[in-house]
């Protein structure tokens, strides 16, 4: 079956630190893998994608890149800033079927 | 362009009452995506429905959840006889197709509290 497994929150971070938050995901085929943003009070927004392995995502800094061979999808950022506060949710859309499959979310706070 | 909008951002029922959340998609977008996510979850996808047709309801509980999107106005979904469990969020997603791989653009969801 399909599933996301993401690393527990919440995570607390000073301004510039470097951000890693772990995912990992069991899929049969060949998924694409997704990391999206939750804002306080809004709705989900899409980070970043990758389609296929070895491919890297990137947008606003943040960067993940698809490994097949660990099945890992990991999320990095070299300095995050207070802004970056959120949660991030690392998730699958396989090959076949229609649905999003979605981890448990990791709650980012960025203190100044 | 409009995002996807939902209304109302907040519901408040009481046990046993009705609760009807509702799903403008994108425009241009005729695939409609329902998800829920519980406290301290992930989303869980719920439903999904093209113009007047359910494609797959695979994630809708068996009893009290229905949905629709009809040819004309938005997608509803239908909780009835409410419980305290049904306290959750409900994010409904659109986009242009149904492919793999298709992006779905996510509305700011309706926040259902149970009383």
């Known amino acids: 079956g399909n599933s996301v497994t993401q690393m527990e929150g919440p995570v607390t971070l000073s301004e510039e630190a470097f951000l890693t938050i772990n995912c990992t995901y069991t899929?049969?085929?060949?998924?694409?893998l997704f990391w999206y943003v939750q804002y306080p009070g809004e709705g989900l927004q899409l980070l970043l994608k990758a389609t296929k392995a070895d491919d890297k995502g990137s947008n606003k800094g943040f960067e993940a890149t698809y490994r097949k061979e660990t099945t890992s999808f990991h999320l990095e950022k070299g300095s995050v800033q207070v802004s970056d506060s959120a949660v991030y949710f690392c998730a699958l859309y396989p090959n076949t079927g229609n649905q999003f499959y979605f981890g448990t979310g990791t709650s980012l706070t960025v203190i100044p | 362009n409009a995002g996807v909008m939902q209304n109302p951002r907040h519901l408040v029922r009481r046990r046993g009452q009705e609760a009807r959340l509702r799903c403008s998609p994108m425009k241009g977008h005729s695939h409609v995506y329902w998800y829920r996510q519980l406290p301290e979850e992930g989303l869980k996808f719920m439903v999904y429905l093209q113009k007047e047709n359910i494609i797959d309801e695979s994630g809708m509980p068996k009893e009290r959840f229905s949905a629709e999107f009809p040819k004309e106005g938005p997608s509803i979904l239908r909780i009835q006889q409410v419980v305290r469990g049904d306290s959750a969020a409900y994010f409904c997603?659109?986009?242009?197709?149904?492919?793999?791989?298709?992006?779905?653009?996510f509305g700011a969801g309706t926040r259902l509290s149970v009383l």
């Open positions: 899929a049969t085929g060949y998924p694409s």
């Open positions: 997603a659109s986009s242009p197709r149904g492919l793999a791989v298709n992006i779905q653009y």
